[in-house]
């Protein structure tokens, strides 16, 4: 089987994607006759025990006239992103696309009558970005024989719901809208080994330079796939994403107002990339088709910080465990004879331990400035790398760039 690199280099550099959840859960935005959902938005109708009569005339509320599929992927583009993911269907069932196998979709259902699909397929053509989508192959709250966790999870009729629904939509997906990046597979469930192989099979087989997320289950997909808004710790062996939110929740909420400040997701990109992987950051439109005010301005942030350090970023390589814990005020990422100091703390100076590269020239990514290396054997016979703190703002971070005579990191065991 060819490498994630070979299949598809856009997503093995990239390293930074947008994650968009939208659907009928919009309509509702977290609360459903006057009762709140204590978890994530997309999941109220299973939360809140929705009848799906009733959650099937939200489809009749939902005309999202505010909704700029060019305006949101010109903003993905602009904050460094590379890739577009799109919930084309999630747990509830309901489709944001215009399929023929099923009629519980926005085109047939709505008074929408948009098949935003292929909206972002346009956006995504004239931004240069990859259009990708999320697909919830085995949850499906609507059909008979979907998969429901708690409620009916192993489902006797999921065979039926696979030949119905979910082969026929992924068909409709992979074929009607041109050149598709990845598909998102999502919580597998009980799905066997076979069932999650017939569906990789056919994602291949259709489009073969598509990637598979790592939840299409039975360690099938292209890569892994972290949990949500969890960092792995160190260094994985084989390419990974973490999906992450700018609040606590994917699908809109309008009592989920606890944001995320753009140095802290600067960080965790940072971190994501540092250990081989990429970072793919969610918005959640609300029913009108707009994205709230601060995920905006958290994108346009790291726009800014993308624009003058994304070099330290793009086709960045896994960095080798550094031996000491700094805590977050410098991260290091690194490419072939680079290693890319991130600053996001002020010091009286930057100095590092146990580097034992030679440093040929060290740069402010930022303002061109150039920062001379003082190099030390220290008394217990450590190097040290010192250098004077750079004098461009830190604002939500700066990066240093420093050349090294040698390819590879070469970091020195911890001494005595």
Known sequence: MRSVQQKAPWWAEGKFGLFVH??????????????????IAEWIMHDLKIPKAEYEKLAAQ???????????????RDAGMRYVVFTAKHHDGFAMFDSKADPYNIVAATPCGRDVAMDFRRACDKYGLKLCFYYSQAQ??????????????????????LDQKCIPQLKELLTNYGDIGLIWFDTPMQMT????????????????????SGRVGHGLGDYMTTGDNF?????????????ATINHTWGFSDYDRHWKNPKFLIRSLVKSVSRGGNYLLNVGPDKHGRVPEESIRVLEAMGRFMKTN??????????????????DWCLLTAKPHTL??????????IYLLSIANTP?????????????????????????????????????????????????????????
Request: aromatic share 10%; net charge negative; charged share 30%.
């Open 231 to 243: 960092l792995p710790l160190l260094p994985y062996h084989r390419p990974f994403e973490v999906p």
């Open 62 to 76: 939902f005309d999202p006239e505010g909704f700029d599929a060019d305006a949101l992927v010109k903003t993905a």
């Open 140 to 161: 499906d709250w609507h059909h008979p024989g979907g998969i429901e966790e708690e409620v009916c999870d192993p489902n006797p009729k999921f065979r039926e719901y």
């Open 360 to 416: 040929l020239k060290a740069m402010v990514l930022a303002s061109g400035e150039e920062l001379p290396i003082t190099l030390r054997t220290t008394c217990e016979g450590d190097s040290s790398w010192r250098m004077p703190w750079p004098k461009a703002d830190i604002g939500n971070g700066l990066v240093v760039k420093v050349e090294l005579a040698e390819e590879n990191i070469l970091f020195e065991p911890l001494k005595g």
């Open 193 to 212: 080994k076979a069932e999650s192989e017939e569906l990789a099979d056919l994602v291949r087989q259709l489009q073969p330079d598509c990637l598979i």
């Open 22 to 39: 939208w659907g009928l859960y919009a309509v509702l935005a977290g609360a459903y006759k006057g009762r709140r959902t204590k978890n």
């Open 310 to 327: 994304s070099e330290a970023l793009y086709g960045a390589i896994p960095t080798p465990v550094y031996p000491y814990d700094v805590g």
């Open 340 to 349: 890319y100091l991130h600053l996001f703390e002020k010091r009286k100076d």
